[in-house]
């Protein structure tokens, strides 16, 4: 049945005045409001903010916005409207992915987070936990086992403020000021770790140095990363699978040298490709960061981002820890246990701004989230599900390797890997969206040394048929 072109029938609008009762808002009544001010001897909520909004920021006439919609039905027409508008990737054949990925999310997943003892739980302690520390808790011990760590605390934002939060952890820890980062890590966790590392006072600031990209294998430059390493040096912060998908095969000769001259190694990972990957302790590091947005969390418009910080079980990294720990401790009844938080007392929760770092605002529902994704696979079928992700990718890559105009210049990746054209990548990726394909990523301003290059994502959300449509697609385009 075709929608009626014309939109849907006008809206009544309802014109708000000085007796207005607001629907959604508390307390909007006129006559409460009233009171209100009275009884804190205020003559308007303006008089409130006076004080700590300047006069000079204050807009100095009414704003152009629509009048409200007090029915909740006229409202909720007017939303679903706005939605028609959206695209998601169940209207077309996406492979983008350089942050957020598009992997499948078990319907358990969004079944449990939405219960409302996870849901609803901000904050408060022990006497309104609800399950929600033991949730946290095993969060913190499935990243440690997918990590092969041994403390990790409760999830940060995304990947970009848990690799911030790395850096600056090992320089506390190292009593040093630099960090060297690689030009392949992500360009926008790039930018998150350049704010978290910069400072007002510049003696606390934290010096940036890029390492090369090696354009032959698209992995660090281990020359230049050698000849910048310094006993100056707090860090090596780079990821595993890189931004451009490709597998760091020279991690633990990362991690050696950043050790000659005892420095911190801190490694960025994609958690959802430790099941047929090495995990990040195998190899050195000290520090495990990363995303876990692909462990049963939906991609939310870019959102969706958990990150996640790990480390060994040494008091010297611990105690750097800005998130909270949730662990075990002993009760008044001799052999139970129960739930507390370790070392709560170095958090800025406690010790404000005497803390060694700040945290916040957490995500933890979303690590309740990534806990019941992660315990639905088990080691299992996150390996069939890493065997999977890799076939798949590296087919969709020999098969856009036989198209004329294509080039795949790197191997050796895990679900995503850079491809150059023949033709401006946006002409090319317009010319998809006809066939009802979203193309990879446009990297020609991140990358100018690859040319017109986009970076594809190839997750197990991608079908035979997905695939070699793109093939098809692909050949015609460039034909």
């Known amino acids: 049945m075709e929608r009626d072109k014309r939109g849907p029938p006008p809206i009544k609008l309802f014109k708000m005045g000085d007796d207005f009762v607001h629907p959604y808002i508390p307390n909007s009544v006129p006559n409460i409001k009233k009171k209100m001010l009275e009884e804190i001897g205020a003559s308007s909520a303006a008089e409130l903010y006076a004080e700590m909004i300047p006069d000079r920021l204050l807009l100095k006439r009414s704003m152009d916005l629509p009048e409200a919609l007090p029915s909740e039905l006229d409202l909720k027409r007017h939303i679903e409207e706005l939605f028609l508008s959206n695209k998601t990737a169940n209207d077309y054949i996406s492979f983008l992915g350089a942050g957020c990925w598009h992997h499948y999310v078990p319907k358990v997943c969004e079944i449990i987070q939405s219960r409302s003892e996870f849901l609803t739980a901000y904050a408060g302690g022990s006497h309104s936990d609800l399950g929600r520390f033991q949730a946290n808790f095993e969060f913190q011990s499935l990243i440690c086992e997918l990590l092969d760590m041994e403390v990790s605390g409760t999830?940060?934002?995304?990947?970009?403020?848990?690799?911030?939060?790395?850096?600056?952890?090992?320089?506390?820890?190292?009593?040093?000021?630099?960090?060297?980062?690689?030009?392949?890590?992500?360009?926008?966790?790039?930018?998150?770790?350049?704010?978290?590392?910069?400072?007002?006072?510049?003696?606390?600031?934290?010096?940036?140095?890029?390492?090369?990209?090696?354009?032959?294998?698209?992995?660090v430059d281990i020359e230049d990363l050698k000849n910048k390493m310094s006993n100056?040096?707090?860090?090596?912060?780079?990821?595993?699978?890189?931004?451009?998908?490709?597998?760091?095969?020279?991690?633990?000769?990362?991690?050696?040298?950043?050790?000659?001259?005892?420095?911190?190694?801190?490694?960025?990972?994609?958690?959802?490709?430790?099941?047929?990957?090495?995990?990040?302790?195998?190899?050195?590091?000290?520090?495990?960061?990363?995303?876990?947005?692909?462990?049963?969390?939906?991609?939310?418009?870019?959102?969706?981002?958990?990150?996640?910080?790990?480390?060994?079980?040494e008091l010297s990294y611990v105690a750097e820890f800005p998130l909270r720990l949730v662990s075990l401790a002993t009760t008044a009844v001799e052999g139970e246990y129960g739930f507390g938080q370790a070392l709560y007392e170095r958090t800025s929760y406690i010790a404000r701004e005497n803390a060694k770092d700040w945290v916040g605002t957490t995500t933890a529902l979303w690590g309740i989230t990534a806990a019941v994704y992660m315990s639905l696979l088990g080691p299992e079928g996150m390996r069939e599900l890493g065997e999977t992700?890799?076939?798949?990718?590296?087919?969709?890559?020999?098969?856009?390797?036989?198209?004329?105009?294509?080039?795949?210049?790197?191997?050796?990746?895990?679900?995503?890997?850079?491809?150059?054209?023949?033709?401006?990548?946006?002409?090319?990726?317009?010319?998809?969206?006809?066939?009802?394909?979203?193309?990879?990523?446009?990297?020609?301003?991140?990358?100018?040394?690859?040319?017109?290059?986009?970076l594809y994502c190839v997750t197990e959300m991608h079908s035979l048929d997905m695939i070699e449509k793109l093939d098809a697609a692909l050949r015609e385009v460039l034909a």
């Not at 690689?182 to 890029?210: H, W, Y």
């Open 389 to 454: 992700i890799i076939q798949k990718s590296n087919y969709t890559a020999s098969l856009m390797e036989d198209i004329d105009g294509v080039e795949v210049p790197f191997r050796g990746f895990f679900k995503e890997f850079p491809v150059k054209f023949n033709r401006p990548v946006k002409e090319v990726s317009r010319s998809l969206l006809e066939h009802g394909i979203i193309g990879g990523k446009d990297i020609n301003g991140e990358y100018p040394e690859l040319g017109e290059a986009a």
């Open 155 to 219: 999830p940060t934002y995304d990947w970009g403020a848990a690799a911030g939060n790395s850096v600056r952890m090992a320089s506390r820890i190292t009593e040093r000021k630099e960090v060297l980062v690689p030009r392949n890590v992500s360009p926008a966790r790039l930018q998150i770790l350049e704010n978290f590392c910069g400072s007002v006072n510049r003696d606390n600031a934290i010096k940036i140095t890029m390492v090369d990209l090696d354009l032959e294998n698209g992995r």
């Open 232 to 313: 100056k040096v707090a860090c090596v912060y780079f990821e595993n699978p890189n931004y451009l998908g490709v597998i760091e095969a020279n991690a633990k000769e990362i991690c050696d040298i950043a050790h000659g001259v005892d420095a911190e190694s801190v490694v960025g990972v994609d958690a959802i490709s430790l099941g047929v990957l090495a995990s990040p302790a195998s190899y050195g590091a000290d520090i495990a960061c990363g995303e876990a947005q692909p462990l049963g969390i939906r991609m939310f418009a870019g959102g969706g981002s958990c990150g996640f910080i790990a480390t060994r079980d």
